[in-house]
């Protein structure tokens, strides 16, 4: 949707992979009200362009789903990027064998030309993965509004991983739609993507991990486009319009010692098998499962510590782990800049960012691009060296 500006590089990278063998499927997509709209017309005269651009190609397959022209855009119920993304997958599914795989792209991610063939060795390399979330990385546009939320927004989903990955969770990932892969086979296992308006690829990434062990380690990056976007309803572009006005109240930097009380209850699962004992969490997941016998009826079904451990983990997924961090957090009142601060010497003391910056007068807000540059770089290496470390999430 609207990516005319974008297609080109898009399809750029994709004429230069060094893997050959592949079909592009591209839904170009708006609501249908949008043509009477004269706010929206221009979103899709862009789509129409982006239409007329696909045909033109050559060089590959292209199959076009076109819920963009007139009279066949989205209806008022069902629309969005979550229905998009599933109506494309849905259309390989139909035709694809269950051996071949579906690589998740978006209209404004680059990558290098190498990128489809590491996805391809990926899956050999480790047969019963089902999944890949591949690393990602924002280049700067050279716009400061732009770059400066964008940097935040990405210190944010780092140090957010980063606790996952150092407490070993088993949803320690981070979904964006341009930057997973899968089996066609587990794509069909699952049910296929649930169409969420936003976040489907948080919730489709979320349904592959408790399905089977998914990649986090990958040889490759994508490069997703930093920029203002209001086509979804959280996510990237969303984050940054409220974090540019000022508003990062949903993108806080939490205390790190939340993600250790997940990591205390995780560890108390195999414990609860033989009866009920508190854990830090117990409070929260009694109040949000409206029960005071979570555990109970998981025994009931599942008769093995080992399977009733991992009835424990699809109970209190990554869903309910983000909610309870944020549930947590809205007890406490310490600041951003403490916390990260705080996370920093507590868990990687000495380190050369500790240094590198004047704590006592840094601002998200305020400071110089390159202070806060060098600690989204900073914080990219560190997740990377946990994902090197850990390489595939099984659980």
Known sequence: MDELEY?????????QQAYKSFELFVCVNQPDTWWDDKDTIKVCEGNAATISALKRISDFPVHIIDKSSKGRGWDEKNYGVGWARKTVMDAIDSVADKNDIILSLDGDTTFDPGYFLSIIEGFAKHSKVNAISVPYYHPLSGHLDADRAILRYEIYMRYYALNLLR???PYAFSALGSAI???????????????????EDFYFLQKLRKYGPIIIHHTQKVYPAARFSDRVFFGTGPAMIKGAGGDWLSYPIYKYELFDEVKATFDAFPDLFEKDTETPMSGFLNEKFKTDSI?????KNFKTTDKFVRACQHKVDGLRILQYIKWGQGQRKDGDVENLL??????????????????????FELSDLEILKTIRNSLAEKEEVWQQKIKILNG
């Open 7 to 15: 297609i080109s590089p898009l399809l750029d990278c994709i004429k």
């Open 167 to 169: 407490i070993n969770n």
């Open 181 to 199: 892969a899968c089996k066609v086979s587990a794509y069909r296992a699952i049910g296929g993507l649930t169409p969420h308006k936003s976040g």
């Open 295 to 299: 555990w109970q009826p998981l025994r």
């Open 342 to 363: 705080q996370f920093l010497r507590n868990h990687y003391s000495g380190d050369p960012l500790i240094l590198a910056v004047d704590w006592g007068n840094f601002s």
